[in-house]
């Protein structure tokens, strides 16, 4: 029993050494045109998915998350703050965006991923570096208008999609953004 406590020891000793050199060796490639290593990325893909699934629990999305009123405000921050990194029914992604490791998700089928609650957390406190940000600062209505906004995305079009966005503009635009031109789909 001695000698097996004494073997794990040594693999722990060694693990922690190996890791050690790797993290302050400069081994890992840090760089964003580099993907991750296949065990890195499965580590963080879970850690991910475990973590908004355990902060989101208990998270309940209002009853009139499916109004049109919801649905036209979702719509303008969407094309103001969203758009440009996970594209729009006829908006594509900027060119900052094609840079970005990992590349930001399109999010046509994101509501069936994860549920209202889940969603509206991720957009509350963002991905630690993942390039998605926090947006703590906007008020919960407004982040359960971009809930509501995204639960509607998979069956959305490029005319309804520009068709919201157009209301959205006619009614001020985004609430913090008045002065910003919101794309608006290609013709």
């Not at 990325?41 to 009139?64: K, M």
């Not at 919801?70 to 992604?93: D, I, K, N, W």
Request: aromatic share 8%.
């Amino acid at each position: 029993m001695k000698r097996l406590a004494w073997s794990l020891a040594g693999i722990l000793l060694v693990g922690i050494g190996a890791g050690t050199a790797v993290a302050f060796g400069g081994l890992y490639d840090v760089g964003a045109t580099s993907p991750h290593w296949r065990l890195t990325y499965r580590v963080l893909e879970t850690a991910r998915l475990h973590s908004i699934r355990h902060h989101a629990e208990g998270i309940t999305a209002p009853v009139d998350l499916e109004t049109q009123a919801r649905l036209v405000g979702g719509a303008s921050h969407f094309s103001t703050h969203c758009a440009s990194c996970h594209s729009a029914p006829g908006v594509e992604a900027e060119d900052m965006a094609v840079g970005m490791y990992p590349k930001p998700p399109v999010l046509k089928d994101v509501a069936q991923r994860y549920t209202p609650g889940e969603l509206f957390w991720i957009l509350k406190h963002g991905i630690k570096m993942s390039g998605m940000p926090s947006w703590a600062d906007h008020g919960d209505d407004d982040l359960w208008n971009i809930v509501g906004f995204l639960e509607k995305l998979p069956g959305m079009d490029r005319s309804t999609y520009q068709a919201l966005v157009a209301q959205a503009m006619a009614a001020g635009g985004h609430h913090m953004h008045h002065d910003m031109n919101m794309p608006m789909p290609q013709q």
